[in-house]
Each structure stands twice: as structure tokens, then as C-alpha cells.
């Protein structure tokens, strides 16, 4: 099993290439860009100088879409925002030479079948989009942490299925979600040989996830001795969003050495 670990946040564009050096320093060999709130990255010039670099350093970079993303609304103006948004991060994901996007799909709305044909269809328009362009970053819609938003393991699995489109398996959102994380069935429903996760410590209740939290080393170990144990023959990118994803990140790859 080959792993990356990494953070998710990059810091803004003038710490960008010191960030990155620091993060090679660490042995980091991944970085979410996390544009939460927004594309921040507007310069072509400063998305190529902070791509070379990572590629320089052997750091993989991925992006994270804003979070107010639903494909599913009742308002078409918000899907074509929505989309839009997604589209902006591909833009300037593919010049940094990010691998994927990963995002939100949305809510479920009035019901859960509607709610998956609708996100689907506007996964496939934008890969139109994508391939119109002949970009090569991948969307990833994310496994989600709250019971009533779409993005449990087995949607996503057939997004991938049916659309041919990447993924973001979130272990503290699954645990949250499903009280569980059963990896062998996680291995059933992704079978790539490739997977980007996300990882951290969770709170959460009967209705899902309430907030992340720090990673510890008893968490860590167990999280690398199941994916060591059941799909070691994976290539796994695992982003920290631990309240200290840098900090979590190098905890993990510690106690993988050990």
C-alpha cells in the first residue's frame, strides 16, 4: 500500500511556495487547497509558480469547492452556481496541476431518488464542461457526515459507477454518519486503485456529524491498520482536516512509521 499524507489548507497565495517547502521539510506529500469561502488563487501566473513548486517538491494537490454547493436545489439559478463554482475551482485546479475537486454534492430535498438523478445530471454536464476543455482534474463528491445531506458511501459508489466521475472517502464522516466505518465494504464499493480520503477526529449524534475534531494517535492506528489490513493493494491519498491539519497529518505518518 503506497500513502500520502497531507493537510488541507495551503494558507493564502503569498505563503503558498513557503507553506509547501515547509510541508516537504515534514515529509508531507499531499495538500488540499481549500477554497472554502471562495477561489482565492486568482493569478495564472501565481496558480503555475505554486503548481511547479509542489510538483517540484513531490506534493499531489487537490482542491476542496466552496462549501455553499447544492446540486439538488428547487432554485435552478443555485445549481448553475453551484456548478459554476465547482467549474471555477477545475479552472484553476488544472493549472496548479490539481488531480481532483473535491465538493458537496447538496441536500436531499423533497426525496432521496430525485435528489441522486438531479446531482448525477449535473455531475455529467460538468464533465462535459471538463472535457470540453480537455482538463484532466477529476470531480470528487465527498462521503458526508449528517444523515439528511446526500453522500453516504453507497451514493457515492454509484456516482462513480455512473458517471465515471472520482471520490473523497471522508472516514470521520462516514463514522459519523453510520456510527461505523466498515471497511471491507468500503473496499466492495470502491474498488479503484486509487482513493483521496479525509480524515480527523469526529463529534457527532443520532443525526450525524457535529464538528471535527483533533486526531489522536489510538485513532490513527486504527484507521491505518484496517486500510494496511484490507486494501493494502491501494494507492491512498489521506488529507487532514483535524483543527491542526499540518500537525495531525505528520502525527499519522508517525504512526505509520512506527
Given at each position: 500500500?503506497?500513502?500520502?499524507?497531507?493537510?488541507?489548507?495551503?494558507?493564502?497565495?503569498?505563503?503558498?511556495?513557503?507553506?509547501?517547502?515547509?510541508?516537504?521539510k515534514l515529509g508531507l506529500k499531499a495538500c488540499e487547497i481549500a477554497f472554502t469561502y471562495g477561489v482565492y488563487i486568482h493569478d495564472e501566473k501565481d496558480a503555475?509558480?505554486?503548481?511547479?513548486?509542489?510538483?517540484?517538491?513531490?506534493?499531489?494537490?487537490?482542491?476542496?469547492?466552496?462549501?455553499?454547493?447544492?446540486?439538488?436545489?428547487?432554485?435552478?439559478?443555485?445549481?448553475?452556481?453551484?456548478?459554476?463554482?465547482?467549474?471555477?475551482?477545475?479552472?484553476?485546479?488544472?493549472?496548479?496541476?490539481?488531480?481532483?475537486?473535491?465538493?458537496?454534492?447538496?441536500?436531499?430535498?423533497?426525496?432521496?431518488?430525485?435528489?441522486?438523478?438531479?446531482?448525477?445530471?449535473?455531475?455529467?454536464?460538468?464533465?462535459?464542461?471538463?472535457?470540453?476543455?480537455?482538463?484532466?482534474?477529476?470531480?470528487?463528491?465527498?462521503?458526508?457526515g449528517k444523515i439528511n445531506v446526500f453522500g453516504s458511501v453507497e451514493e457515492i459508489s454509484q456516482l462513480v459507477k455512473e458517471t465515471g466521475c472520482s471520490f473523497?472517502?471522508?472516514?470521520?464522516?462516514?463514522?459519523?454518519?453510520?456510527?461505523?466505518?466498515?471497511?471491507?465494504?468500503?473496499?466492495?464499493?470502491?474498488?479503484?486503485?486509487?482513493?483521496?480520503?479525509?480524515?480527523?477526529?469526529?463529534?457527532?449524534?443520532?443525526?450525524?456529524?457535529?464538528?471535527?475534531?483533533?486526531?489522536?494517535?489510538?485513532?490513527?492506528?486504527?484507521?491505518?491498520?484496517?486500510?494496511?489490513?484490507?486494501?493494502?493493494?491501494?494507492?491512498?491519498?489521506?488529507?487532514?482536516?483535524?483543527?491542526?491539519?499540518?500537525?495531525?497529518?505528520?502525527?499519522?505518518?508517525?504512526?505509520?512509521?512506527?
Amino acid at each position: 500500500m503506497k500513502l500520502k499524507f497531507g493537510p488541507s489548507g495551503l494558507g493564502s497565495v503569498k505563503e503558498a511556495v513557503k507553506n509547501l517547502e515547509a510541508f516537504h521539510k515534514l515529509g508531507l506529500k499531499a495538500c488540499e487547497i481549500a477554497f472554502t469561502y471562495g477561489v482565492y488563487i486568482h493569478d495564472e501566473k501565481d496558480a503555475k509558480i505554486i503548481g511547479e513548486k509542489a510538483k517540484e517538491l513531490g506534493i499531489e494537490l487537490s482542491i476542496h469547492a466552496p462549501y455553499y454547493v447544492n446540486l439538488n436545489s428547487d432554485e435552478k439559478e443555485k445549481i448553475e452556481a453551484s456548478k459554476q463554482r465547482i467549474l471555477d475551482c477545475c479552472r484553476v485546479g488544472e493549472i496548479l496541476g490539481a488531480k481532483v475537486v473535491v465538493f458537496h454534492a447538496g441536500f436531499f430535498g423533497k426525496t432521496r431518488e430525485k435528489a441522486y438523478g438531479n446531482i448525477r445530471e449535473q455531475i455529467i454536464e460538468m464533465q462535459k464542461e471538463i472535457s470540453k476543455n480537455s482538463w484532466k482534474i477529476k470531480l470528487a463528491p465527498e462521503t458526508m457526515g449528517k444523515i439528511n445531506v446526500f453522500g453516504s458511501v453507497e451514493e457515492i459508489s454509484q456516482l462513480v459507477k455512473e458517471t465515471g466521475c472520482s471520490f473523497c472517502i471522508d472516514f470521520a464522516h462516514i463514522l459519523a454518519r453510520d456510527k461505523i466505518v466498515d471497511f471491507e465494504k468500503l473496499k466492495k464499493l470502491f474498488p479503484e486503485e486509487k482513493w483521496h480520503c479525509h480524515f480527523s477526529g469526529i463529534e457527532y449524534g443520532e443525526k450525524g456529524e457535529k464538528k471535527h475534531i483533533p486526531a489522536s494517535e489510538k485513532l490513527w492506528k486504527e484507521l491505518l491498520e484496517n486500510l494496511q489490513n484490507i486494501v493494502k493493494e491501494k494507492e491512498i491519498k489521506i488529507i487532514c482536516e483535524a483543527p491542526d491539519p499540518v500537525g495531525d497529518a505528520v502525527m499519522g505518518m508517525k504512526v505509520l512509521e512506527k
